[in-house]
Every structure is written in C-alpha cells, then in structure tokens.
C-alpha cells in the first residue's frame, strides 16, 4: 500500500513530519501526516504541484535535463521532493533539526516500490 | 565587485558551471559564467526568477517559514539557489560530478558579502 511505504519513510527518518504521493495535477493520491499541527494537506498538495510543474518546465526550456529531486529550505522546514515519473511524485516534510540525507536516500530506494504499485 | 565574488564561487567548487546575482523580477545584477556551451544568461535569470516567484508564493500560503535555498538536480545538472534577501537571489549551476556540499557552503559564507556590496 501506498501510505505504509510513506509511513515507513516518515517514521524512519530523524526530523520528518509527513509525506504526500502527488499528481502533477495536485490530487494527492496517498498521504501519511504524523499528526502534529493542522496541515492542511489538500492545499498543500496543489501548491508543491504548481512549484514543480513550473521547475519542470523551466527544465524543458533550459534544456537543462530531467527533474529528479528538489530541496526547498525554509527557516522552518525543510521540504524534499522525488520525482516517481512524468505524472506522479512524493513530497516530503521535515523540521530543519532532521537527518535530511536519510530522508533523500529512503526516497531513492522506495520510488521504484511506489512505482510498482501504481502499475 | 559582485562579480568577482561569483567568479570565486564558481571557480572553488568542483564542477561549478556558473553563477548569477539575481533580482525576484528576472534582471540579472551580474554573473560569471565558465566558458562552456553557449547558455543564454537572460533566459535563466527569468526561468529561475519565476520558480522562486511560486515557491516563495507557495511557502508564504503554506506558512512554511521564509524560504532560504532551493536545490534542483536533474539527470544533467544540479541548480543550487540561495536566496539574499527580499529582493534578490543567487543561482549557481553546478555539474552533476561536483562537491555540492562545498557550493552550499561557499554561497552561504559570501551571501553577506554580496548582500554588503549592494548596500
């Protein structure tokens, strides 16, 4: 299932705080949220999809090669997003206090698995 | 001069391309580039300012705290932006064999010294 392998890579991670499989078009498919603050998820899901379609084009026109990952640091959190395919990818949250590079590497290993589970 | 503080950015890192000074409104202030392909300079100083423009937008709806540094990696290249202030931002782009970690520190480190030289 799609949320036991966020769940995993969230509770497995030092510092995370949920994780979100996306559409491009911003439905999210699956979700898992450590339940903190109220996030709201939905919104959330809309607006990481508008900076990645916006990256993914910018790439296309830059002729700068296929978006992977991107890493957004704010001085609250930090935000990690893995590209699964052309349509769907996994956003990630993590307080800036967080293993960031454990969180990047879980992200590598299960993309294949989330992948093949959409198949 | 800004452009001496991106040239030795650009040239102390490991597979460092280039870098340019940026305003939020797609005008480059100044930049170095390493003599490589022809890259149009002016395209990716609006392409990037208009990612930032949404993901800063993004981060100020989600309340996510103000946004620091963003980092893209594609299967060609890693983009590593760090933002100065309200206004302004640097973009360096980096080979995909590059000491990343020593570009994050550096643009850290001469952030203040940029953000000095305009005042």
Redesign the interface.
């Known amino acids: 299932m799609f949320r036991d392998i966020l769940q995993n890579i969230v509770d497995n991670t030092r510092g995370g705080v949920g994780a979100v499989l996306l559409g491009y078009d911003g439905i999210s498919i699956d979700q898992y949220l450590k339940p903190v603050e109220g996030?709201d998820m939905q919104?959330?899901a809309v607006?990481?999809s508008?900076?990645l379609k916006?990256?993914k084009r910018?790439?296309e026109?830059?002729e700068?090669?296929?978006?992977?990952?991107?890493?957004?640091?704010?001085?609250?959190?930090y935000?990690l997003i893995r590209v699964l395919n052309d349509e769907y990818f996994i956003a990630m949250?993590l307080e800036r206090d967080c293993n960031f590079g454990k969180a990047r590497y879980l992200l590598m290993r299960d993309a294949s698995k989330l992948i093949e589970e959409m198949a």
Chains 1, 2 share one sequence.
């Open positions: 996030i919104l959330v607006e990481y508008n900076i916006e990256i910018t790439a026109i830059l700068s090669g296929n978006m992977e990952e991107v890493a957004i640091k704010t001085d609250r959190y935000v949250t």
